[in-house]
């Protein structure tokens, strides 16, 4: 197959100085805060139930019911949040967390990107359920149903004054929110930028639309079962989950920065399938490349995979890394193994999974695959891709080698 890959030079002194997250904040299976989210990546278990989504059972990883009632809570307090879908409350839920854990201020005038894969799918297929039925639509289905419904409600929520913006890049939407909080951070047009993802895709069309791709996991019963990063499986195992993630960018290394954004890239690959990467995944050798940069690939030390438990996808993510890492391959992980995949939301996660890694100094490894942890924890590389082969890599430095 032929392979055209798009990719752009990035200044080597483009990050300098630098940007950094100063905080972050998820909703997810793993809970809704710090603590909880640490503890659930302690243990070796899963967070996945059989549930039965419309007329089907399948498996998928919601919400516990603390963080479903911190959204009801949510959706209750003001009248205006009562019709809108789950994906907009995650979004404002993990904002006003992020916003307040980085010290941002009435005074604090900054930018918003938060994506999602789907948006309000849970609530368009109510609505047009509805419209099947009676030939006619609710007042407000279509304010309500728009993929811009998401950062527009936070900026509302926070009273923010600077751009507002959504977008969907399919899986790969949360990264490429941060590559545009960057570049409009650098362009001077904005000196902070809340940046994310947050997806609500438990509903009967979308796991519909996975099972028809035949990605889906089977609803036999398995101790993992999904095998993000079994590079031996034989059946596809994605399995989706929900939740968002909110990061806080702002130039400069401050004592509440919880990890310096060191390098990006970003690629997409020309396919001649609309859901397949090539075999060895140009898209990512070229975006991780591109944010390696000058840094040595024996200088990274952990690896945290898209690996969405499909086989294709895994082995050819794998094959990426092997060609950019040759023999000095780092310790690979993925969380999606743990909490499913959240589309839009997943690479947010991620990027939250390195930050505690580096907070923590611990490697989070993948029970059936033999860990190989580094000994220090001081870069780890982040990767998406979404359907189409759209791309991006995030390197993550400890802030603290910066310091002193």
């Not at 752009?8 to 809704?32: R, V, W, Y």
Request: proline share 4%; glycine share 8%; charged share 15%.
């Amino acid at each position: 197959m032929k392979v055209r890959t798009f990719i752009f030079t990035l200044n080597k002194k483009a990050l300098s100085p630098p940007i950094t997250i100063t905080s972050i904040a998820s909703i997810s299976p793993l809970g809704n805060n710090q603590e909880d989210i640490w503890a659930g990546y302690q243990h070796s278990g899963h967070f996945f139930r059989k549930a039965s989504i419309g007329n089907t059972a399948a498996w998928i990883s919601c919400l516990s019911e603390p963080s479903k009632l911190e959204i009801n809570n949510l959706r209750n307090s003001n009248s205006r949040y009562l019709n809108l879908d789950d994906s907009v409350l995650f979004g404002i839920f993990t904002a006003r967390r992020a916003v307040k854990y980085a010290g941002w201020g009435e005074n604090d005038n900054f930018g918003i990107n938060i994506g999602s894969s789907r948006g309000a799918t849970g609530l368009f297929e109510k609505y047009h359920k509805d419209f099947l039925q009676n030939n006619s639509t609710a007042v407000l289905t279509s304010p309500t149903t728009t993929l811009g419904n998401i950062s527009s409600w936070i900026s509302n929520d926070l009273q923010s004054k600077g751009p507002s913006i959504s977008h969907s890049i399919t899986c790969s939407t949360a990264l490429h929110a941060i590559l545009n909080g960057v570049a409009w951070i650098k362009s001077g047009m904005a000196k902070k930028f809340l940046v994310g993802g947050s997806e609500a895709p438990l509903t009967p069309f979308t796991i519909a639309q996975m099972r028809a791709l035949k990605i889906y996991a089977s609803e036999e019963e398995n101790d993992y079962p999904c095998r993000a990063l079994d590079l031996n499986k034989q059946k596809n195992s994605m399995i989706l989950g929900e939740g968002a993630g909110v990061a806080c960018l702002e130039y400069g290394i401050h004592k509440n920065s919880l990890a310096i954004i060191e390098g990006l890239g970003f690629a997409t690959e020309s396919l001649e399938h609309n859901i397949s990467l090539s075999a060895d995944a140009r898209c990512l050798q070229d975006s991780m490349s591109m944010a390696l940069g000058s840094v040595p690939p024996k200088e990274i030390d952990i690896i945290v995979m898209h690996a969405p438990g499909t086989i294709k996808g895994d082995a050819a993510e794998f094959a990426a890394i092997k060609k950019i890492f040759g023999n000095f391959l780092p310790a690979l992980t993925t969380n999606k193994w743990k909490v499913g995949h959240t589309f839009g939301a997943s690479g947010i996660l991620s990027v939250e999974m390195g930050i505690l890694m580096l907070k923590h100094q611990r490697f989070l490894g993948v029970p059936f695959r033999s860990p190989n942890p580094p000994r220090k924890i001081n870069r780890v590389l982040v990767n998406a891709v979404g359907f189409g082969g759209n791309a991006v890599s995030i390197l993550l430095k400890n802030p603290e080698s910066q310091i002193g």
